[in-house]
């Protein structure tokens, strides 16, 4: 089986949302880039800083694609990034973190509230995202800071 096809699903053969899915728990349905893709929270969880303070990483400024994002960070060197990788996944964009509150709020997965999440969308060479997941308050703050990441993986979606 090739790697693409082991990469998509068809839309039939999705679960109910917070079902298990590949190795973790389906959160949602969304499009990126005109495709349709489902997201699927891994139980991982990375704890490590986002990036070197002051570096600007070309490629890790995507509000919607963190799977772009973290191979832009792990390419420049970022721990955490590379983790998420080898995992199989990636730390989510601002878009996919905001899913994963939508879900937590749900009742539909658990991810824990009494620490911040990295997000992979890079605000500047100084910051980066960050996600509360108590109450989905969102922002951006000094990338050296060690915060939890939730890796999420993604299906393409075929009919």
């Not at 893709?37 to 891994?42: K, V």
């Not at 955490?80 to 997965?109: H, N, R, T, W, Y």
């Amino acid at each position: 089986m090739t790697k693409q096809a082991q990469q998509t699903i068809a839309a039939s053969e999705l679960p109910e949302r917070g079902q298990p899915l590949a190795g973790g728990v389906f959160v949602t349905r969304y499009w990126l880039g005109g495709v349709e893709r489902a997201l699927i929270l891994l139980p991982d969880e990375l704890n490590g800083v986002w990036g070197e303070y002051g570096v600007e990483i070309k490629g890790a400024g995507s509000y919607s694609d963190g799977e772009a994002n973290t191979r832009a960070m792990a390419e420049a060197g970022s721990e955490i990034a590379v983790k998420a990788l080898e995992l199989g996944g990636f730390i989510p964009s601002c878009l996919e973190g905001q899913l994963l509150m939508a879900a937590k709020a749900d009742g539909l997965v658990e991810l824990r509230d009494d620490r911040y999440h990295h997000l992979s969308t890079q605000r500047s060479a100084y910051d980066a995202y960050f996600v509360d997941f108590e109450d989905g308050w969102l922002t951006s703050y000094v990338k050296g800071n060690e915060r939890l990441a939730r890796p999420v993986r993604r299906k393409y979606i075929t009919s």
